[in-house]
């Protein structure tokens, strides 16, 4: 039962240096999505990926690639790490069940950039 | 486009009294409502859900009914708890398309004893 896992939860990097945030779904949802959430901000959609195969900017990409690894993984990487991308980062997939459209989180990835 | 708006906070309840958040939302077509709730240091955990008009949701003591009249999905709890503190999150989606799914800002809920 483990639903949407994302992987580290917690993060320190140094400013210039890369990672990669891995996220998997277990639930065979086509949709999945990267966001971020900053103060006051609420959530800001990064990436998503509609389908295995297809990637799609969201609303504040830049800094950020993503790969749809196979229909289970979506992973988030961080070339050139920057202060400003100090987050809280959240992994998240959809897909339809009988009661229509539902959204998944993970748990959350907590990365700080110094 | 589509869009959510949400009640703005931080909103502070002494417990046991009466709680609405409002939300109200923009949609070309027949979105997918939904209440997400986070905890402090927490990730986001789905509250309630209503998939189309007049229907509610309930979880926890919590209520939303799908208003397509009045597009909106306000959640209400009768007698609130102090463990109900935490930030609350109104959202849709459209079928058919990854893009249509839209958050509204978030109300910080505080509950005192």
């Known amino acids: 039962n483990a639903g949407v896992t994302q992987t580290p939860k917690f993060q320190v990097l140094k400013t210039g240096q890369s990672m990669t945030l891995q996220c998997a779904q277990d639930?065979?949802?086509?949709?999945m999505y990267w966001y971020r959430q900053d103060p006051g901000m609420g959530l800001r959609l990064i990436y998503y990926s509609a389908s295995e195969g297809t990637t799609d900017k969201g609303e504040v990409p830049n800094g950020y690639n993503v790969s749809r690894l196979n229909k289970r993984e979506f992973s988030l990487r961080l070339e050139s790490a920057a202060p400003s991308q100090t987050s809280v980062y959240f992994c998240a997939s959809s897909g339809r069940s009988h009661s229509g459209n539902t959204i998944y989180f993970g748990e959350g990835s907590w990365l700080t950039v110094v | 486009g589509n869009s959510v708006t949400q009640m703005e906070g931080p909103v502070t309840l002494s417990e046991e009294a009466f709680l609405t958040i409002n939300c109200t939302y923009t949609?070309?077509?027949?979105?997918?409502l939904f209440w997400y709730v986070q905890y402090p240091g927490e990730g986001l955990q789905l509250l309630l859900k209503?998939?189309?008009?007049?229907d509610k949701g309930s979880n926890k003591g919590f209520e939303a009914t799908y208003r397509k009249e009045t597009t909106s999905f306000h959640l209400e709890k009768g007698s609130v708890q102090v463990s109900d503190s935490a930030v609350y999150f109104c959202a849709l989606i459209l079928a058919g398309s990854a893009r249509q799914l839209t958050f509204g800002s978030g109300t910080q809920l505080t509950v005192l004893p």
């Open positions: 209503a998939t189309k008009a007049d």
């Open positions: 949609a070309t077509g027949y979105p997918s």
């Open positions: 639930m065979n949802h086509n949709s």
